[in-house]
């Protein structure tokens, strides 16, 4: 039996007198073809088209653009990809050498330099490309549903749905999120703050969202951001518009403002961040446990220092209607900790101290822990409600 290499042989020696060829006789070389390579019509036929699209006097070698990111290269874009938790192109294209460094201390890290630079090379279009490539064999995630109910004292708060370019660091948006696919009964909720100007973004997680509970988690919240809060604009939520967090913040000089009932635009900036923080990394996994309130603040903490000092994050700077449709320009994408040292008002002391504190963290090791212990905090939570059931 001919192998292979001597059949194609075979079959590029008859190219061009099949391609001079009538009908006819076209039939009658397929014929012959077919009783000396033991190969169907179909298949010489295959074949002659290959040999025809390599052939050096039919086509130029090599026709066609050149393969640049092959696979090795797709998939060393994708474990960085992966370490910034499946981010948009826009957010990893400014972090990805730092992510990549991160993964070169791996001991079973094992990518070609090759490899790195085209990585390193690879414009925005080609990664969001790949970046889509990934995301469609993953599946589309549906959508959770909103757990904030209007509150009834609503005159307490001043309404402010204005431009926030001029606030300054220190004014930031508030928002609770619950951990569940139900709202009934006791539960985990996500207190979420994000400072506006640098969306430098906290999260903690509480008990239930009552007005002590949340006035207590917002006291430790203020406690992990580096600078003094000056203002915060929650959502009209009963949680939120009562004497309680009100008085606190008339006491420590803290400017209170409240967006509209059912606009979300106006929190937008810490809106967008419970989808991409709280929701990325948590899900809707119903937290009812509450004796794992602390471990569950202790990965929320890991989560915060990733998030701030890994993550990149893009600012709106015009929204224009046009044909009954809003285009958006964005910023350069950056990472919060970033933009921190884009802003005067943040005193020398503050940028040192963030300084320190970045070189102190590794992206990888970082996700490694943070994946760990959000695993072994599952498995707790199912135990937990086993012996509960």
């Not at 119903?286 to 915060?304: D, M, P, S, T, Y």
Request: one cysteine or more; glycine letters at 6%; proline letters at 2%.
């Amino acid at each position: 039996m001919l192998n292979f290499e001597i059949k194609m042989k075979v079959i590029r020696e008859n190219l061009n007198k099949y391609l001079k060829a009538s009908k006819k006789e076209k039939g009658k070389i397929l014929d012959e073809l077919a009783d000396i390579l033991n190969l169907s019509r179909e298949q010489i036929i295959r074949n002659f088209r290959k040999a025809q699209l390599h052939d050096s006097a039919s086509f130029k070698e090599g026709r066609g653009r050149k393969e640049i990111y092959n696979a090795e290269v797709n998939a060393l874009l994708k474990k960085i990809w992966e370490l910034s938790y499946r981010t948009s192109g826009e957010l990893l294209e400014p972090v990805k050498e730092e992510l990549l460094n991160s993964l070169k201390k791996d001991d079973k890290y094992n990518y070609s330099k090759e490899a790195e630079e085209l990585v390193l090379k690879m414009s925005l279009g080609t990664i969001k490309n790949r970046i889509k490539y990934f995301k469609d064999k993953e599946g589309k995630k549906k959508k959770g549903l909103s757990g904030t109910t209007p509150s009834q004292l609503k005159k307490l708060i001043p309404v402010y749905h204005g431009d926030w370019k001029d606030k300054g660091v220190g004014y930031g948006q508030l928002d609770t999120v619950w951990c569940g696919w139900s709202i009934a009964g006791d539960f985990f909720w996500a207190l979420n703050y994000v400072d506006i100007t640098v969306y430098w973004s906290v999260f903690r997680f509480q008990w239930n969202k009552g007005q002590i509970a949340t006035l207590n988690n917002f006291k430790e919240l203020e406690k992990q951001i580096p600078w003094k809060i000056k203002g915060i604009h929650p959502d009209s939520g009963g949680e939120f518009i009562n004497w309680n967090l009100k008085e606190y913040c008339d006491d420590n000089d803290i400017e209170m403002t409240r967006s509209r009932p059912n606009k979300k635009n106006d929190n937008n900036g810490v809106e967008e961040r419970n989808g991409h923080v709280i929701r990325k990394f948590i899900g809707y996994r119903r937290l009812e446990c509450k004796e794992h309130l602390v471990l569950w603040n202790a990965l929320a903490f890991k989560i915060n220092l990733f998030v701030n000092h890994f993550k990149a994050v893009r600012r709106t700077i015009e929204k224009v209607k046009v044909n009954n449709r809003y285009v958006r320009k964005f910023d350069k994408a950056k990472t919060p900790f970033q933009r921190v040292f884009e802003e005067k008002s943040i005193s020398q002391d503050i940028k040192d101290k963030l300084i320190k504190e970045h070189l102190s963290l590794d992206p990888l090791t970082l996700k490694r822990e943070i994946d760990k212990m959000i695993i072994t905090l599952i498995n707790e939570d199912k135990k937990c409600n086993q012996k509960k059931s």
